[in-house]
C-alpha cells in the first residue's frame, strides 16, 4: 500500500513533470549559431598559418539569431561581414521576418553587415536596429551608417543597460554592459528570456576580474552561456602585446570556472575564436581537454532550444 507522501510523489511524476518536459520539447523558439570566430574570419587576412591554408576550415564571424520556429520571425544578435551567407537560408523572407538586429558595440565584426541593408544591397525598409546611447549615436553621424538612417533602412531604438525589452509576448532582452576596448561605443552582452529557458551572449569582453558582475553568478542564472573564447592560452597571442586584447584566455576561465558545478559547466558554449584558436580543430588536444572538463565549443548551425 502506498503511503501518503509516496502517493503525492507519485502524482507529481504524473502529471507535472510531464508536463514540463512537454513545453520545453515542444518550444517554439531556439538560438541558431550563424557564426564562431572573431572579427577577422577564417580564412584571415594576412595570414599564412595552416588554418588559413585551408579552405575546407573557413568560419564565419560570431553571430546568433532568435528564431520564432512557428511564425519565422526572427531577431539577429551582431551584424557581421558575413552577414550575406549567414543569412542566406531566410531567402525572400528576410524583409518581413527580420524582425530586428542586436547589435553588441562597434568591432568591425559585430555591425559591419548593416551595410547590406542599403540600396547597394537588400534596401531594406525600416529595419528595427537596437543599439546603446552611444552605439546609436555612432551611426546616426558616421558614414556610411547615417544613410542607412536617412533613408530609413534601419531604424534605431536607444537601449539602456540592465533594463529589459520585451519584442515578443513570450521573449525579453536585456542589454548588460561589459568593459571592452570602447573606441566609438559601449560594448553589451545580452540575456536572452525565452518561455522555458535563458541565453546569455557575451562574445567580447575585457578579463573576467574587470566586470563588475560575477560571471560565475551569471552562468547560474541562466541555461546557455555563449562567451568570450577568443584566444585559448598566451602561448596563442605571443605575436601580439596582449594588453591591446585583454580578452579572458580559455584557459583562464577555465581556471575560474573550476568552482562550480559539472551542470553549470555544461551550460557554457566557448565562442568569437580567433582563426589560431586550437579550439577549432576538434582534433586538438586543446579540443578534447574542454570537452572532457565538460564545457561545449560553439558549432555554427547548432540551435538552442528556449
Known amino acids: 500500500m502506498i503511503d501518503l507522501k509516496n502517493r503525492i510523489y507519485l502524482i507529481l511524476f504524473i502529471f507535472f513533470i510531464p508536463l514540463t518536459a512537454f513545453n520545453q520539447v515542444n518550444s517554439t523558439y531556439s538560438l541558431k549559431i550563424l557564426g564562431v570566430v572573431q572579427d577577422g574570419g577564417l580564412p584571415h587576412l594576412g595570414s599564412n598559418k595552416l588554418c588559413c591554408e585551408n579552405i ?35 531567402g525572400d523572407r528576410i524583409k518581413k521576418d527580420l524582425k530586428g538586429v542586436f547589435l553588441t558595440h562597434a568591432h568591425i565584426g559585430h555591425y559591419t553587415g548593416l551595410m547590406y541593408f542599403g540600396r547597394e544591397a537588400l534596401n531594406s525598409k525600416s529595419i528595427n536596429v537596437y543599439a546603446m546611447p552611444r552605439m546609436k549615436k555612432f551611426l546616426e553621424q558616421n558614414g556610411p ?9 534601419i531604424l534605431i531604438t536607444e537601449l539602456n543597460n540592465n533594463l529589459k525589452l520585451s519584442v515578443d509576448p513570450n521573449i525579453i532582452i536585456q542589454p548588460i554592459e561589459v568593459p571592452h576596448r570602447a573606441e566609438f561605443s559601449e560594448t553589451v552582452g545580452y540575456k536572452i528570456y525565452g518561455p522555458n529557458k535563458t541565453a546569455l551572449f557575451i562574445p567580447d569582453i575585457d578579463k573576467w576580474y574587470l566586470w563588475e558582475k560575477s560571471i560565475i553568478d551569471e552562468i547560474k542564472q541562466v541555461d546557455y552561456a555563449l562567451i568570450d573564447a577568443t584566444f585559448y592560452d598566451s602561448e596563442e597571442v605571443n605575436y601580439r602585446d596582449v594588453s591591446e586584447i585583454p580578452h579572458p584566455f580559455v584557459v583562464e576561465s577555465m581556471e575560474l570556472f573550476d568552482l562550480i ?14 582563426h589560431t584558436n586550437p579550439l577549432l580543430d576538434k582534433n586538438s588536444d586543446q579540443y578534447k581537454f574542454v570537452k572532457v572538463k565538460g564545457y561545449n565549443v560553439a558549432e555554427e548551425g547548432m540551435e538552442l532550444k528556449l
Open 261 to 274: 558545478e559539472d551542470e553549470e559547466k555544461n551550460k557554457i558554449f566557448f565562442i568569437h575564436l580567433n
Open 56 to 90: 575546407e576550415q573557413k568560419r564565419h564571424v560570431t553571430s546568433i539569431m532568435l528564431i520564432n520556429n512557428e511564425n519565422n520571425e526572427s531577431y539577429l544578435f551582431d551584424a557581421s561581414p558575413d552577414i550575406n551567407e549567414q543569412l542566406n537560408f531566410m
Open 145 to 153: 551608417w547615417s544613410q542607412l538612417v536617412s533613408l530609413q533602412n
